[in-house]
């Protein structure tokens, strides 16, 4: 057990770790196989037990490979489309990306900043984005928020759970792990219960609006009627004045 302990540490402790945080995470934005979080976790949980590595410099590496993925992802969206990978063409990978077209048409910051959290959404959400044309403009500093958020709550988890076992180095990074695989189920469930609570009450509110414009409609409809009836009051001409007549003495 102290022989695993002291080769994780060791790795902790290896220059190229932070490099393969920024590689990580940045291929994680456009590819979905690859742990990035899983890393981010455990280097953080590390670091909350014994030191290192530097979870500052874990965090800013991860925020800058996430964002650099993410943009990666929209350019690969937006010169070959969707249609070409297969894991986005069925099962899942086809529901993130229908959800993903729904979200950028609704709501595009609030769905940007969730994706993240729920299987091939963050994936997904990139790749149609630059596959539907979402304006770059506005997909950058959304994606620049959104990574921020998921690289610090990403270090979170790993810094709490490694300082609950500070002296037992492998089992704060397997709490860690743990933790981190559990928050995301329960947050992914959230996020999907808010996104289907804001569609429910847009759909609401549209079916609102369009029975307001039929009402409306139809009020219209009856008063064109009515003008045009025969015998009505609003149909007949409007009446000469009355002439005097002249009265012969």
Same mark, same amino acid.
């Given at each position: 057990?102290?022989?695993?302990?002291?080769?994780?540490?060791?790795?902790?402790?290896?220059?190229?770790?932070?490099?393969?945080?920024?590689?990580?995470?940045?291929?994680?934005?456009?590819?979905?196989?690859?742990?990035?979080?899983?890393?981010?976790?455990?280097?953080?949980?590390?670091?909350?037990?014994?030191? &290192?590595? $530097?979870?500052?410099?874990?965090?800013?590496? =991860?925020?800058?490979? #996430?964002?650099? /993925?993410? !943009?990666?992802?929209? @350019?690969?969206?937006?010169?070959?489309?969707?249609?070409?990978? &297969?894991? $986005?063409?069925?099962?899942?990978?086809?529901? =993130?990306?229908?959800? #993903?077209?729904? /979200?950028? !048409?609704?709501?595009? @910051?609030?769905?940007?900043?969730?994706?993240?959290?729920?299987?091939?959404?963050?994936?997904?959400?990139?790749?149609?984005?630059?596959?539907?044309?979402?304006?770059?403009?506005?997909?950058?500093?959304?994606?620049?928020?959104?990574?921020?958020?998921?690289?610090?709550?990403?270090?979170?988890?790993?810094?709490?759970?490694?300082?609950?076992?500070?002296?037992?180095?492998?089992?704060?990074?397997?709490?860690?792990?743990?933790?981190?695989?559990?928050?995301?189920?329960?947050?992914?469930?959230?996020?999907?219960?808010?996104?289907?609570?804001?569609?429910?009450?847009?759909?609401?509110?549209?079916?609102?609006?369009?029975?307001?414009?039929?009402?409306?409609?139809?009020?219209?409809?009856?008063?064109?009627?009515?003008?045009?009836?025969?015998?009505?009051?609003?149909?007949?001409?409007?009446?000469?004045?009355?002439?005097?007549?002249?009265?012969?003495?």
């Amino acid at each position: 057990m102290n022989l695993i302990e002291d080769w994780i540490l060791s790795l902790a402790d290896a220059w190229w770790i932070y490099m393969a945080v920024y590689v990580l995470s940045a291929f994680d934005g456009f590819f979905p196989a690859v742990p990035s979080e899983s890393v981010i976790v455990t280097l953080s949980s590390l670091w909350s037990s014994s030191g &290192r590595p $530097l979870i500052w410099l874990v965090a800013l590496l =991860a925020w800058a490979g #996430a964002f650099t /993925g993410d !943009n990666v992802g929209y @350019l690969i969206g937006r010169t070959v489309g969707t249609q070409r990978f &297969r894991f $986005l063409r069925e099962g899942k990978g086809k529901v =993130a990306v229908e959800a #993903a077209e729904s /979200g950028l !048409n609704k709501r595009a @910051l609030l769905f940007l900043m969730t994706a993240r959290y729920i299987p091939f959404g963050r994936t997904a959400v990139n790749l149609v984005a630059g596959a539907v044309h979402y304006p770059h403009r506005k997909f950058w500093h959304r994606s620049l928020a959104s990574t921020f958020v998921w690289a610090v709550y990403s270090c979170v988890i790993g810094a709490v759970a490694g300082a609950w076992f500070e002296n037992h180095h492998l089992l704060a990074v397997t709490v860690a792990l743990v933790l981190a695989v559990v928050i995301a189920l329960v947050v992914e469930r959230l996020v999907t219960a808010l996104h289907r609570a804001l569609d429910a009450r847009a759909e609401r509110r549209e079916a609102a609006e369009d029975a307001l414009r039929a009402e409306r409609r139809t009020a219209a409809e009856e008063e064109a009627r009515a003008d045009a009836e025969p015998g009505s009051p609003r149909g007949l001409p409007d009446s000469p004045d009355p002439v005097d007549e002249e009265i012969t003495p």
